[in-house]
């Protein structure tokens, strides 16, 4: 059964019902300044992500769940384990789901919805990436609490589910099998995406040389 309402949250600290309450669009006191090389290495990286989002069926969680890549190798069981320690997490049109240089805390995956990955320098908006039904974000948070590079906004009303970090520890004492499977997926994926994000940097500065 989906449990409704997080332990704890990762986004604006004003919680309204089942939804994340906007923030003011003001920059975090502790947002740096941005170079032109890290910006586009950003870039990158989510056009990088973007390759995995699959298109989510109308069937059921279990399903929706064997479509994401860090569970598409796990067992029937084991998926409706999963499904039993995520939360349903629903957004209004222009609500922010987190924001950059707040500790992570969860794995967001899209039900339905639309969701913008941007940063924000002062009058400036640059949107990294822009995420549909079927795609995730946030999966570092899954490792630790490190502050979010980015802002997730959601672009229309959007349902997700957010698997937490502390409740993906306490999935090691239960079933340490299944714990170790989603972390060696997140370790392997991590590695092919920062391998991507490399090979698209030296793309892109053999292409600045020319």
Sequence with gaps: MVQKSPPNHDGPPNH?????????????????????????????????????????????????????????ELSHRQLKTVSDIVFERHYETDELIFEEGQPGAALFLILDGKVAVELRRENHTTTLAILEKGAFFG??????????SANARSLERTYTLALYRNDLSRLIQRDPQTACQIYRALASMVGDRLRSTNELMETEISTDKV
């Excluded at 170079?35 to 109308?58: F, H, I, M, N, Q």
């Excluded at 279990?62 to 598409?72: A, R």
């Excluded at 999966?139 to 979010?148: G, I, Q, S, T, V």
Aim: no cysteine; hydrophobic share 40%; glycine share 6%.
């Design 16 to 72: 309204v019902g089942g939804t994340l309450a906007s923030k003011p669009r003001g920059m975090s006191s502790s947002v740096k300044p941005m170079s032109g090389r890290k910006l586009v290495a950003d870039k990158l990286l989510w056009e990088t992500l973007e390759r995995w989002k699959r298109s989510s069926p109308e069937l059921d969680r279990i399903q929706f769940l064997k479509t994401v890549p860090f569970f598409n």
């Design 139 to 148: 999966e570092m948070a899954l490792l630790n609490d490190a502050p979010r």
